[in-house]
């Protein structure tokens, strides 16, 4: 499997097999079917960032323009998913969330409980995350962890395009609603991506890196970072290992607590906010669960509690980088107890 | 000892269409040494898997040029090889030389790539290497791809075209099984060979692809130029039932390194990458079913459904088997015919032509070309 592709491009072709397969997914969103016809535009637009371009001509009435109304759009997601379709609708940035929340937590979300387990709701909303692109407080934070907290939902953050692939077409047959939260800095990363359709299973995390000294858990677009730092480490003699979650809800716990129970060691790195995030979460379980395991107090490396700065500079302080993951990682290992 | 003043490179091997750099894990002889051709001279590590690199001609290891941990590029200089009678300077000269005209290769590598055929209706992948002669074909075994003859495809198609092939359910061919049994599988080994527009052949087969050539080969004695089997399927009932489900049913990474490890003596050969290639290929649409399909047709109950009889044919027959074999044991050799030519290779395992590439590519060669006398 030598071709190589863009995450974007995997996110993309993960859409068209699954609309070749079942004749029930749609999608829509805002400029999905934008522009096409126009003058000069054969194609539709493909979505602001044109991640969904070339798939309007190809599955005809299946690509869809809705009105710049996401309480709308995303309502009829878990309309149409509730009577028979597999929508995968585009909330352009997860922080516009504000205006359709309701739709997700309280409808879509309570539908197969409220029902006694009869009814499914096989919608999912694909939806960009993070910072990196000088696009401001309100298009530029990492909102997993509001959705991680709601049951109900399942939450999908890929970290590289051969999971991109496998995790959306893994959520497109899933019977559960599922957000699936796509990094806009890691859209141009290529990687290795069979042309054929595969599965990556929600709820299981990958071990990125194995080693024995400390396990990372990082998520989403921190994983390279961790990677990143995990390089620098090894030179200085200490082995990192990395756990990717691949998906906040369900979260992977056991493969986290087998590789702490290994190393005793445990960093999380979160490009969320700090309070309530994926790093506490983790954090508290294995503080909970692991704590006999431990050789020294965990460490988060996380985006601090303000919103994400407009200034340049201030934004690129703001992602948790490898020089501030190796540095939680060199406390963690000169701190602790002998066990 | 060698009788000219050559000087030879050690350059880094190309093991498989994607590796483009090796790491020099350990040197197994001292500069200094002497050695013939054959001999295994350094260990090194691709992003695949590790294996030895062998003496590509006899003489002494004058100047170690990589160091251990050092990475080298495909085709790039590991050491020289020379008589101990030619002068340091000209060895000096010979590395200075390399060094200064070397250009590794791009990071697409130029060479053979996979193709694609449909064969009675299916999409069946294959890598051809070589040309002309009587050709040989590779056939792998159970969840093996054209990937498992890595070290011996190349050698092997100096004086001849070799081919490995992708059976439906594996690699880069159709996952549809059909009826998944031996007759099915040796059917679609027919239906290429008529595409390739091959009359005769060498048919190789590793694990049950063993079992697929030696199926195909009594069906149509006519084409069978010899037949070798690879720790070979279909000679008897028993087989590793643990490997078979093991593999159907591990999903995780830790789980399938230890599948995997059965198909060594040492299992420190199976690598991260290795494992990532079989997780995402068991990940693809259709290759639970397909692995299902054929387990419970070549193997129902753990046992194997059919056992050959080979005693009626008079093709010449090649069998080699790791000592250590895990999966099908190496005493099946004993219930072949008496003019089978039989190999058993101490201290290795189930993936013998991995484990020992230049030992069994030499065997295969000669057996080769006294099947062709």
Redesign the interface.
């Known amino acids: 499997m030598a071709r190589r592709i863009t995450y974007m491009q995997a996110i993309n072709e993960a859409l068209a097999q699954e609309m070749e397969r079942d004749p029930t997914v749609v999608v829509f969103g805002e400029d999905n079917a934008g522009g096409a016809g126009a003058p000069g535009e054969d194609d539709a637009w493909g979505g602001v960032m044109g991640l969904t371009k070339g798939l309007y001509h190809k599955y005809p009435g299946r690509v869809l323009d809705t009105p710049i109304s996401e309480s709308a759009f995303i309502g009829a997601a878990a309309g149409a998913a509730s009577s028979g379709l597999r929508p995968v609708a585009e909330l352009m940035f997860v922080d516009f969330f504000g205006v359709c929340m309701d739709q997700i937590y309280n409808q879509a979300a309570k539908f197969r409980y409220m029902f006694g387990g009869k009814a499914r709701t096989p919608m999912v909303i694909r939806t960009m995350y993070g910072a990196g692109i000088r696009a401001a407080s309100q298009h530029s934070q990492s909102l997993y962890p509001i959705f991680t907290h709601i049951p109900g939902l399942k939450v999908v953050v890929p970290s590289n395009p051969y999971d991109a692939k496998g995790l959306l077409i893994a959520s497109i047959r899933d019977d559960d609603p599922v957000i699936f939260f796509e990094n806009k800095v890691l859209y141009n990363v290529e990687g290795e991506v069979p042309e054929e359709p595969y599965v990556v299973p929600l709820g299981e995390a990958e071990y990125v890196r194995e080693g024995d000294d400390v396990t990372i858990v990082a998520i989403g677009r921190m994983v390279s970072m961790a990677e990143q730092a995990a390089e620098h480490l090894a030179d200085e003699g200490i082995e990192c290992e990395i756990v990717d979650p691949r998906t906040t809800s369900p979260l992977d716990e056991e493969t986290i607590f087998e590789s702490v129970e290994n190393t005793g060691r445990l960093v999380v790195v979160d490009e969320a906010n700090p309070r309530c995030s994926l790093a506490t979460d983790i954090v508290a379980r294995i503080a909970q669960n692991g704590f006999d395991e431990l050789k020294a107090a965990p460490k988060m490396v996380t985006a601090p509690h303000t919103p994400p700065p407009f200034s340049p500079t201030l934004e690129d302080l703001y992602v948790p980088d490898p020089e501030r993951i190796a540095a939680a990682v060199r406390e963690t290992i000169g701190s602790g107890v002998a066990r | 000892m060698s009788e000219t003043r050559q000087i030879s490179k050690l350059g880094m091997p190309k093991w498989g269409?994607?590796m483009t750099e090796g790491t020099v894990i350990e040197w197994l002889v001292e500069e200094g040494a002497e050695f013939d051709v054959g001999d295994e001279v350094v260990e090194v590590e691709s992003e695949k898997i590790n294996n030895v690199v062998e003496a590509p001609a006899a003489g002494v290891l004058r100047r170690r040029v990589a160091a251990e941990g050092d990475v080298i590029p495909v085709g790039g200089l590991m050491g020289v090889i020379a008589d101990a009678s030619v002068p340091d300077a000209e060895i000096d000269a010979f590395v200075e030389e390399f060094q200064a005209t070397f250009v590794p290769e791009e990071e697409?590598a130029a060479g053979p790539a996979p193709e694609t055929v449909e064969v009675n209706g299916r999409r069946i992948q294959y890598l051809k290497m070589g040309e002309g002669g009587i050709p040989l074909i590779f056939i792998p075994g159970f969840a093996g791809d054209i990937n498992i003859f890595v070290f011996n495809q190349e050698a092997l198609s100096s004086d001849r075209a070799v081919y490995a092939l992708d059976m439906p359910g594996h690699g880069g061919s159709t996952?549809d099984v059909g009826e998944g049994d031996l007759d099915f599988l040796a059917g679609i080994v027919a239906g290429f060979l008529d595409e390739m527009g091959i009359e005769k052949a060498h048919l190789a087969g590793h694990s049950i692809g063993g079992a697929i050539a030696g199926t195909f080969a009594l069906a149509h004695p006519e084409r069978i130029a010899s037949l070798i089997l690879i720790a070979s399927a279909g000679l008897g009932e028993e087989i590793n039932a643990d490997y078979i489900e093991g593999f159907i049913g591990a999903?995780?990474?830790?789980e399938m390194k230890k599948v995997l490890q059965l198909l060594f003596a040492d299992p420190d050969l199976v690598t991260?990458d290795l494992v990532n290639?079989v997780l995402?290929y068991k990940?693809?649409?259709g290759v639970d079913e397909a692995l299902r399909t054929v387990a419970d047709r070549v193997f129902p109950g753990g046992r194997q459904a059919k056992v050959l009889d080979l005693s009626g044919s008079d093709f010449p027959i090649l069998a080699v088997w790791g000592s250590e074999d895990e999966i099908v044991p190496a005493s099946h050799a004993e219930n072949l015919p008496d003019r089978a030519r039989v190999e058993i290779i101490g201290g290795k395992g189930h993936s013998v032509q991995m484990e020992v590439a230049g030992p069994v590519n030499r065997l295969v060669a000669d057996f080769l070309s006294s099947a062709e006398s």
């Open positions: 269409l994607t697409v996952k999903n995780r990474r830790r991260r290639d995402s990940r693809l649409d």
